[in-house]
């Protein structure tokens, strides 16, 4: 699920958590999906400081508008014995905005449903980071939702990427670089992402995408299924028309 200014991705953002929701199974004739214990978020790295650990932090509750989201104690203490794959460390969450805009939406689909916070840096140890915390949340008994929240290329000058020129041949190069990632998710290959992501610059969280579709497939998940692609170009083509010249990719997929 991507993680821009609600105007911009938000709906898609919403898709996502809609899916999710809509896939717990439901009470016998019908009725309100089964509730998660826990949701996990793996979220991609903004913060300008190395990592060759997927980041914790020591909060016990994060505070949004509307209200708080508390951190599953148990797996998160559990995550943070596992040294060599998790570390703690707060200056991956104070400023950054990956799992924290997802929160308002796990909170409308799932209120008061507890979360374990999880930044994972584009490294090579992302799947078993996801099937660790899928092992985890399973050894614990906790029925896990994993969400990865990342967005796709960022294109044009303003992010000093444009390798098919500015313009709406450029951003239509643009949704087809996302495309090739997105394959990759509809292949369930994890171990594919980082690597492809690295070359292709197309995912600013394929740590976490890696990290989420491993921690699915540990937890028996099957398939992924696209629910919605675009850019920001087209969703804020209606509130704040845009120059075709920047723009970032939005994905919606579900994995069950």
């Not at 911009?8 to 898709?15: L, Q, T």
């Not at 599953?72 to 924290?100: I, W």
């Not at 999880?118 to 992302?126: G, I, K, Q, R, Y």
């Amino acid at each position: 699920m991507p993680h821009a200014g609600w105007v911009c991705s938000g709906a898609i953002a919403g898709e996502s958590i809609a899916a999710c929701a809509g896939l717990t199974p439901a009470t016998k004739g019908g009725g309100a999906p089964r509730r998660p214990d826990v949701v996990v978020v793996f979220g991609a790295i903004h913060t300008p400081i190395p990592a060759s650990s997927a980041m914790l932090c020591s909060a016990d509750a994060w505070a949004e508008p509307g209200g708080t989201s508390p951190v599953q104690g148990e797996l998160d203490a559990k995550l943070k014995e596992l040294s060599g794959l998790f570390a703690v460390d707060d200056r991956f969450h104070r400023r950054e905005h990956a799992v924290e805009v997802e929160l308002p939406l796990i909170q409308s689909a799932w209120p008061g449903v507890s979360i374990v916070p999880v930044e994972v840096p584009l490294s090579d140890a992302a799947t078993e980071i996801g099937r660790c915390a899928a092992r985890q949340a399973s050894a614990a008994g906790l029925k896990a939702v994993f969400l990865a929240s990342s967005d796709l290329t960022h294109y044009g000058p303003g992010y000093r990427f444009a390798p098919a020129g500015v313009g709406p041949q450029g951003l239509a190069w643009a949704k087809d670089n996302d495309r090739m990632l997105l394959e990759l998710v509809a292949q369930m290959t994890p171990e594919g992402i980082v690597g492809h992501v690295r070359q292709h610059g197309n995912a600013c969280g394929g740590g976490a995408i890696a990290a989420m579709l491993a921690a699915c497939m540990e937890s028996g998940a099957t398939s992924a299924r696209l629910l919605r692609h675009a850019s920001s170009f087209e969703t804020l083509a209606r509130v704040a028309p845009q120059p075709p010249i920047d723009a970032v990719g939005y994905a919606a997929v579900v994995v069950g």
